[in-house]
């Protein structure tokens, strides 16, 4: 059995060609922050959709609107004919557990104020709601201030974020106009893990007011026993005249997730792309390493080092290197990554940097410098001992 090399041996070659050794050990870093960012996007959109379904609320829409909230059409007492029929529905107190809401798009100012032509608006989304709704909905919680009044909305954590602005503008006083109407901020609200937390809460009848419409978008019906939804299907089929459908929370939070799967797919075929570019470059810049090092690797192995143990040395400064770049990209990771959101349309959600995402970028750079090592690998074990004394 040939002596292995002593792994100071490796740690010592790290600092003979310092730029090489940072410029690999950077793309190390990129590759694994890139994976990252793929990492917690993907798992941010997956957990978006997945985190605001609840096992036990349907969702009541126009039959015409093609599971399209903002489309949809549904009578405004639909709550109070719903409670009356239905057998089953959760109840607090002598309050049914049904949301009748108004779901929109809405051009944002922010200040008090008359609209001015060139000043700056936001796309985003409103949310008609009743107290009724704080019922429904378990995934929000009022985290400062209080619920909307008239002339008055609450705001979720990531509109902020969304927009691109600080914080401070949002905050609880501030004002922010829509539809001809200034409303005072009253109250913020968070709803980890969805799309919630991206829209903004006003009362309903006032909303109903201002968009001049004497009916709701959809109504959304939480019932005593997950799953059953039966009797509430029922009713939508019996009242033909409504033109209502039955859509559980699970089922159209699923359907939402697959439609976004390309673009999943698109992220991760991205990524794939940059790190086989990474991979194909530090291959190539630890070949070239080899070529600069035949004689000394030769009087290696006419001094009793094999090919393996010569590989294992080479595969040991690889790893060496990916790992302080692995390291380098977390952290870059978590500056640029963490607690950023990603908006989409009128929507956003949050970056999910989880112990998965950290697990992933690491173990890919961490991959990248075992991959890399194999085309020198192979060229070490062909060497031939003579012809390498003789290189210049």
């Known amino acids: 059995m040939s002596r292995a090399l002593p792994f100071d041996y490796a740690l010592r070659n790290l600092g003979r060609r310092p730029l090489r050794t940072a410029l690999t050990a950077l793309s190390s870093a990129l590759v694994a922050a890139l994976l990252v960012a793929t990492s917690a996007f993907v798992r941010g959109l997956d957990s978006t959709f997945s985190g605001a379904a609840q096992a036990d ?4 829409l126009s039959s015409v609107a093609e599971r399209d909230v903002v ?3 549904v009578s405004a ?3 109070e004919l719903v409670a009356a ?3 089953g529905i959760r109840r607090f107190g002598d309050t049914p557990a049904i949301s009748s809401e108004i779901h929109m798009g809405a051009t944002l100012r922010l200040g008090a104020g008359p609209d001015s032509p060139g000043e700056r608006t936001y796309a985003g989304f409103v949310r008609g709601v009743t107290e009724r709704a704080f019922l429904v909905h378990d995934a929000v919680t009022l985290t400062a201030g209080r619920p909307p009044r008239t002339g008055e909305v609450i705001v979720g954590a990531l509109v902020a974020k969304q927009f691109g602005i600080e914080p401070a503008r949002l905050a609880l006083g501030q004002k922010v106009r829509f539809e001809g109407a200034e409303f005072t901020i009253s109250g913020h609200f968070a709803a980890p893990g969805t799309t919630i937390e991206a829209e903004l809460w006003t009362p309903l009848a006032e909303l109903r007011g201002l968009t001049k419409r004497d009916d709701s978008s959809v109504s959304f019906v939480r ?7 039966g009797d509430l299907e ?4 019996r009242r033909l005249d409504l033109e209502l459908v039955v859509i559980p929370t699970a089922t159209y939070y699923r359907e939402l997730s697959d439609y976004f799967a390309p673009i999943r797919a698109l992220a991760w075929a991205m990524a794939t792309l940059i790190v086989a570019g990474a991979l194909f470059g530090g291959a190539n810049t630890l070949n070239a390493a080899v070529q600069d090092r035949l004689r000394e690797l030769a009087a290696l192995r006419a001094m009793g080092y094999g090919g393996f143990a010569i590989v ?3 595969s040991q400064e690889s790893l060496l290197i990916a790992a302080s770049g692995g390291v380098l990209g977390l952290v870059l990771a978590r500056l640029f990554v963490a607690g950023n959101a990603v908006s989409i349309a009128m929507s956003a959600f949050a970056l999910r940097v989880d112990a998965i995402s950290v697990l992933v970028g690491f173990g890919g750079a961490l ?25 210049p």
């Open 85 to 87: 029929s239905v057998p």
């Open 71 to 73: 489309r949809s059409t």
């Open 367 to 391: 991959l990248l410098g075992i991959l890399g090592t194999a085309p020198a690998a192979a060229r070490v074990m062909r060497l031939s001992i003579a012809a390498a004394l003789k290189e």
């Open 234 to 237: 029922l009713f939508a089929r």
């Open 77 to 79: 007492g639909l709550d």
């Open 57 to 60: 609320t349907a969702i009541l």
């Open 223 to 229: 019932m005593e026993t997950p799953g059953d939804f």
């Open 312 to 314: 294992r040395s080479l």
